[in-house]
């Protein structure tokens, strides 16, 4: 008896693993940006940013920083969500250990917005 146990979804090799692993990261986007104000809010804000960044007078790695930035938020925002649904579907009791894993979550998200902030900023004043 084989005590290893895997995902059933995990047998998928190929170009059949790469087209499931676009479907899934298309729901992925579509759920965050349905179900969580925070990552609605972030895209809005990127799709603002990100075209603006073109047009800024820094250089082509300026550029590039200030939209790598914007796309951090965007990854740490989807990261803290995840954790947030699964802390949930855990247990909706309150808990210290799930404040805590919601609240780092959240500080994840505040560094990678201080860091947008502090990107654009040396980026734009140099």
């Given at each position: 008896m084989d005590t290893h146990t895997e995902s059933p979804f995990k047998g998928k090799t190929g170009l059949k693993r790469v087209w499931?692993?676009?479907h899934y990261s298309m729901d992925?986007?579509?759920a965050a940006y349905r179900h969580e104000d925070a990552f609605r809010q972030e895209a809005w804000l990127?799709?603002?940013l990100i075209p603006a960044a073109f047009f800024m007078p820094a250089s082509g790695i300026g550029k590039a920083l200030m939209v790598g930035s914007v796309l951090l938020v965007l990854v740490v925002e989807l990261l803290n969500s995840a954790v947030e649904a699964v802390v949930d579907r855990v247990s909706l009791e309150r808990h210290l250990l799930a404040?805590?894993?919601k609240d780092i979550g959240s500080a994840a998200v505040l560094i990678s917005l201080l860091n947008v902030l502090a990107v654009w900023t040396l980026v734009l004043l140099d």
């Amino acid at each position: 008896m084989d005590t290893h146990t895997e995902s059933p979804f995990k047998g998928k090799t190929g170009l059949k693993r790469v087209w499931n692993a676009l479907h899934y990261s298309m729901d992925g986007l579509k759920a965050a940006y349905r179900h969580e104000d925070a990552f609605r809010q972030e895209a809005w804000l990127a799709l603002i940013l990100i075209p603006a960044a073109f047009f800024m007078p820094a250089s082509g790695i300026g550029k590039a920083l200030m939209v790598g930035s914007v796309l951090l938020v965007l990854v740490v925002e989807l990261l803290n969500s995840a954790v947030e649904a699964v802390v949930d579907r855990v247990s909706l009791e309150r808990h210290l250990l799930a404040k805590r894993a919601k609240d780092i979550g959240s500080a994840a998200v505040l560094i990678s917005l201080l860091n947008v902030l502090a990107v654009w900023t040396l980026v734009l004043l140099d």
